[in-house]
């Protein structure tokens, strides 16, 4: 195996298949009915991590105004391209930018700000997390909600390990093109709680040649959120909710 590059980054196949692979992915489903049920009517809504727009764009062709802040441009220039093909009452009410959810300050508040999709997980717990939290309770109007979707810890640490040459996913791309993706490498560190993956992408041509491959390392933090987040002044206001049996959503609530 050749070099191993992040996931997201610029040129990454991460990237580029996002949204084919996240939406072949029955473990998300229902999560933007989920989003949409905590966010109140006519309020705000700011997703950290927006990635591609997925929900950000979501929600807004519900009638949310959305912010949607995410640090890959690789990923928001995605999104913008999704959004130029929206209605324009959808485009006017969604805002792009570039940001780290872990150091932001928008000087303005919402009514519900979410962290789908394992976002938080991508960055160490400890510092990053409580930033994040103290970043959602700065951007929360009095009584509003903050939804995190984090991965299972017990279901992560306790992951088989991978079998190197067999596909966990194979995709028809059309006219005979293949996307084909393997877990080359798997590891858990305990105490830290990290769990590190290096996916390899791999693109097969009509001939089924490799036309192209890639391999790249997705790693996840986990902890009990409910501490850290306290720490910002966000109390847990529901027992948190399983989705697709992999993660489970905390929902806290920003106090007085
Ligand atoms: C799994 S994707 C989720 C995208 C989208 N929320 C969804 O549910 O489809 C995680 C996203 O978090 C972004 N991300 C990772 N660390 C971040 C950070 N510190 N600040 C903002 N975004 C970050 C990544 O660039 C990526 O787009």
């Known amino acids: 195996m050749g070099k191993v590059t992040p996931y997201y980054a610029p040129g990454s196949l991460s990237a580029v298949f996002y949204d084919r692979i996240t939406n072949a992915d029955g473990k998300l489903l229902g999560d933007e009915d989920l989003y949409a049920d905590l966010a109140p009517t006519g309020g705000d809504v700011l997703e950290l991590g927006a990635g591609t727009g997925r929900l950000t764009i979501g929600l807004a062709r519900r009638g949310f105004a959305v912010c949607g802040v995410d640090i890959s441009p690789v990923m928001l220039a995605q999104a913008e391209a999704h959004l130029a093909r929206e209605a324009p009452e959808v485009r006017g009410r969604v ?26 997980a991508h960055v160490p717990t400890g510092a990053a997390w409580r930033n994040t939290f103290a970043v959602a309770a700065r951007h929360l109007s009095d009584g509003g909600l903050a939804a995190f979707h984090l991965p299972k810890l017990a279901l992560m640490q306790g992951l088989e390990p991978p079998d190197p040459r067999r596909p966990v996913l194979d995709q028809h791309l059309g006219e005979g093109r293949a996307l084909l993706l393997f877990v080359k490498e798997r590891s858990f560190k305990p105490g830290v709680n990290r769990l590190e993956q290096v996916i390899e992408y791999v693109l097969a041509d009509e001939t089924g040649r490799i036309a192209h491959r890639s391999a790249e390392r997705l790693t996840y933090y986990m902890t009990d959120p409910a501490p850290l987040a306290a720490a910002a002044g966000l109390v847990l206001d529901r027992p948190p909710i399983d989705l697709g049996g992999v993660g489970d959503i905390y929902v806290f609530r920003k106090g007085p």
Do not use: H, S, W, Y
């Open 95 to 120: 805002e792009l930018r570039q940001g780290d959810m872990t150091a932001l300050n928008l000087k303005r508040t919402f009514g519900l700000v979410i962290c789908p999709f394992f976002t938080l």
